[in-house]
């Protein structure tokens, strides 16, 4: 057994080792700060209610910012230029702007800003800083209440709390001025009241404090939204706890349920093809009029948008051929301009011209001559469709040397697989060019609410299903959020020191999965399943948010996403950690009987060296640019 610390010690360690990353990062140097930052100046500083000056700026202040980000060496490792600090006219360039999020962080942290109106614009950062620094200590005080509550001081001691108070990678992000720091301290207070519920039951004052919990998520970012439906979730399953096969009933009703609830049956959109926004899909339907197999592609009024990347693995075909591009079209009206594009490298090569369409196909079709040079090739439909309009689309396809233009295309099968030119039978690049395959939508009520609130296209999320879409994406993205969890700082751009350190953090985590795997074989019973459940539930959903963040961009860029959305899950992440660290240590030391060591204290040694190679690697770093 670990004698836990004295609750005053880790907060004390805590507050030390916050106030190393608020002041040893330089200024500007964490995701988006600058913008974030404007947000809470803007709160201190401008009159009237928020919905009047939120998308206004102002001049001096931006000046004042980019001046002390050139000062401070920003320009020289992030690849954006210089911006003009004497333009008038136009918004001087800090960043993207932020003033779209939801307020209570940024009121928050505008409070000291307050008191330091006309004094210098790096001191008014530090004092946001400090904000972020309170919220984190709250935080690490919060994980001593969930140590007691789990009864873990009995077994590891502070392992927790020092977790929290010492893991650099969440230290640097919970020190930073962003609405993250914020969305994690209040969904942490959240699955810690979720969790004293579970252990005490439900009374009026514990559900008061878990739905303020909730009033505090709502207010603060989009995603730590689910603390709603994960309360009612808990509740529900806390107050049938006694009737165990209601709660399963419960359980196995709401996973029938839910798909139902969330997805429309009737309506599908072609599989594979992806955009923007779900009110931006067609609809694969079932028609009389097709030319091959059984489904066409419905575009109703309104922007309609279809793309899909060709296969990385199929760009060496495409390199420097001779490509014909082409779809049937039908419908009523005349179209100004063509709905069909190729995206090669980022520009569109099929040419511009309108389409008269009657109510029988018509093949519109080009052959085009691609560079040598390929990264990126995406075949796209665009248009907006007049408010009495209806488009049909079927068969489209891309294939390589299709021989003389004189020669029609004919569709191999009914999936449009390949073209036959001919004799000349050619592979079509495009999948599902037939639209036969479907992929499921969100009913019409929950897409117009999931775009206004995340700009999320649900077609984003089923790319797991497609690999050679999603599976690169994924790959990145997986990749990116590792690194950043365990130690990339600033941007995302200052790794840890050494030569590949992230194979050790790869070994490490396959070794706390063995430890956790290991802590279920003695347990007979004595793991609550429902919380572990929950609290992973609530960490899975959080990670599925986190890795399709940047879903869907794969036709421009891929940008990556950070571990900084992973964080409102540290808790049950801390949880894995320090189980399958746990068990590890107690399997250490059956093997070593002579060794008398306290798991505690080698945990608290472990992080401090940590802490030492983090603060080497980001001081060795920003040393490096400006020298």
């Not at 700060?33 to 102002?58: C, H, I, Q, T, V």
């Not at 207070?189 to 919990?213: D, E, P």
């Not at 009389?288 to 296969?311: K, S």
Request: charged share 15%; aromatic share 16%; hydrophobic share 50%.
């Amino acid at each position: 057994m670990d004698k836990p610390f004295p609750t005053w010690l880790i907060l004390l360690i805590a507050a030390i080792n916050g106030l190393i990353y608020v002041f040893f990062v330089p200024p500007w140097e964490h995701n988006d700060e600058p913008g974030n930052f404007e947000y809470a100046w803007l709160f201190a500083n401008m009159e009237g209610k928020r919905e009047e000056w939120m998308w206004k700026s102002d001049q001096q202040m931006r000046r004042e910012v980019a001046a002390s980000m050139i000062e401070h060496g920003f320009f020289e490792h992030h690849p954006v230029g210089k911006p003009n600090l004497i333009l008038l006219e136009q918004e001087i360039w800090i960043g993207l702007k932020q003033t779209s999020g939801l307020p209570l962080y940024f009121w928050l942290a505008s409070l000291p800003l307050r008191f330091l109106k006309n004094m210098d614009i790096v001191l008014q950062l530090h004092a946001a800083r400090l904000v972020s620094w309170l919220l984190f200590c709250f935080t690490v005080y919060i994980s001593i209440l969930v140590n007691r509550e789990l009864d873990w001081e009995q077994k590891w001691g502070s392992s927790l709390p020092l977790l929290f108070a010492l893991f650099p990678s969440f230290v640097d992000k919970m020190t930073a001025v962003n609405d993250d720091v914020a969305a994690v301290a209040f969904f942490t207070l959240f699955l810690f009241l979720s969790i004293r519920i579970w252990s005490r039951g439900i009374t009026l004052l514990r559900v008061l404090g878990l739905f303020a919990s909730v009033g505090l998520c709502l207010f603060t970012k989009r995603n730590v939204w689910i603390s709603l439906p994960l309360s009612v979730l808990l509740l529900s399953l806390v107050l049938l706890r006694r009737w165990k096969p209601f709660q399963y009933s419960l359980a196995g009703l709401m996973l029938i349920l839910t798909p139902f609830t969330l997805f429309s049956v009737a309506d599908r959109t072609p599989a594979y093809f992806y955009a923007f926004a779900n009110q931006q899909l067609t609809k694969a339907v079932q028609a009389e009029q097709v030319v091959i197999g059984e489904r066409v592609a419905q575009l109703l009024p309104g922007y309609r948008l279809m793309y899909q990347p060709i296969a990385a693995d199929k760009l060496s075909s495409l390199k420097g051929r001779s490509a014909r591009v082409g779809v049937w079209v039908w419908g009523k009206g005349h179209l100004s301009s063509s709905p069909l594009r190729v995206l090669v490298n980022g520009e569109n090569l099929f040419p511009e011209g309108g389409v008269i369409l009657t109510d029988r196909p018509v093949l519109i079709q080009h052959t085009l001559q691609l560079p040598k040079k390929v990264d990126k090739v995406a075949v796209e439909v665009s248009l907006v469709v007049p408010e009495d309009g209806k488009l049909y689309l079927d068969c489209l396809f891309l294939v390589v040397d299709p021989g003389p233009v004189s020669a029609s295309p004919v569709p191999k099968d009914a999936a449009c697989s390949g073209m036959q030119f001919g004799n000349t039978l050619r592979e079509n690049f495009v999948k599902n060019g037939s639209f036969e395959r479907t992929w499921f939508r969100f009913r019409p009520w929950l897409e117009r609410w999931v775009d206004e609130k995340f700009s999320f296209s649900i077609t984003h999320l089923w790319a797991a299903f497609d690999p050679d879409v999603g599976l690169p994406y994924l790959r990145s993205a997986a990749k990116h959020v590792f690194e950043t969890f365990w130690g990339r700082f600033g941007w995302g751009s200052v790794p840890l020191r050494g030569a590949n350190p992230y194979v050790f953090f790869v070994f490490f985590a396959v070794l706390l999965g063995v430890g956790n795997f290991l802590s279920l074989l003695p347990s007979k019973g004595r793991i609550a399943w429902d919380l572990v459940l929950f609290l992973l539930g609530a960490a899975v959903v959080i990670l599925v948010m986190t890795l399709f963040r940047n879903g869907g961009n794969w036709i421009w860029y891929e940008a990556t996403p950070n571990a900084r959305y992973l964080m409102p899950a540290f808790l049950p992440l801390g949880l894995f950690i320090l189980n399958g660290w746990g068990q590890l240590v107690e399997l250490g030391l059956r093997f070593c009987k002579r060794c008398s060591v306290s798991g505690n204290w080698l945990w608290f040694g472990w992080l401090i060296g940590y802490n030492v190679w983090a603060l080497l690697s980001i001081w060795s770093y920003y040393v490096e640019i400006r020298s």
